[in-house]
């Protein structure tokens, strides 16, 4: 079956670029699906940050897009997301999951993971 | 883009019945059928359960069940289990090809 595992450093100082990958096992991310990145601040509700297309097509939260970037590797079937200029308030649990295309719901997800914005 | 508003919380006995809401606007949930809603228990990653509005995915309970009517939509649980108890979240497609999520909504089973 799909499976999505996010990874990357679990401690980011303030103003760098946060950057995670989520690999792909179990399913071709060349195939036709969209792929996002969802946070969850701690104790909080879940935000959408953004979805790519195999091809590098791109939608953006409009309230990171000045921050956010996304590409994906199909080499090592894998995508990527990098958001610069972090503050505390991206402290969040970051997940991945394979969106479904044109229906915009997201299924699976992978585990998540903390990252920390603090110096 | 605004969340969408859902009830901070609600609750239930087992083999009740409860709705939770979801209100957005003419630019998400008012004009697309692309509504969809997560369940999350603590500590782990949400699972779709209703996308599309009303439909579930392979797997889900059909004691859940979605609805929209105008700029609301709904999600009903019926036959409340103990299971049940955990955080449910909206998220709507937005005009200019982009999401949305609901602020999320405590369910306690009591």
């Known amino acids: 079956q799909v499976q999505l595992q996010e990874s990357g450093p679990g401690l980011v100082k303030p103003s760098e670029t946060l950057s995670l990958t989520c690999a792909v096992s179990?399913?071709?991310?060349?195939?036709?699906?969209?792929w996002g990145w969802i946070r969850q601040p701690p104790g909080k509700g879940l935000e959408w940050i953004g979805s790519i297309y195999h091809s590098g097509n791109t939608h953006y939260n409009p309230s990171l897009q000045s921050r956010v970037s996304m590409s994906t590797d199909t080499s090592k079937n894998q995508f990527s997301l990098k958001l610069s200029s972090v503050t505390a308030a991206d402290t969040a649990v970051y997940y991945c999951?394979?969106?479904?295309?044109?229906?915009?719901?997201?299924?699976?997800w992978g585990q998540g993971t903390l990252v920390t914005v603090s110096s | 883009q605004s969340a969408l508003t859902q009830p901070a919380s609600v609750s239930g006995s087992p083999g009740q019945s409860i709705t939770i809401s979801c209100t957005g606007t003419s630019s998400d949930v008012g004009s697309y059928n692309l509504v969809s809603w997560y369940q999350q228990h603590p500590g782990k990653a949400p699972k779709v359960m209703i996308y599309e509005v009303s439909k579930r995915p392979s797997g889900v309970s059909n004691r859940f069940s979605g609805s929209k009517s105008g700029n609301t939509a709904s999600l009903t649980i019926s036959g409340l289990q103990a299971e049940d108890e955990a955080d449910y979240y909206c998220c709507s497609y937005v005009r200019g090809d982009a999401l949305v999520f609901g602020g999320g909504t405590k369910l306690t089973v009591l």
């Open positions: 179990g399913y071709s991310i060349s195939s036709d699906s969209w």
């Open positions: 999951a394979r969106q479904t295309i044109s229906a915009w719901w997201f299924d699976p």
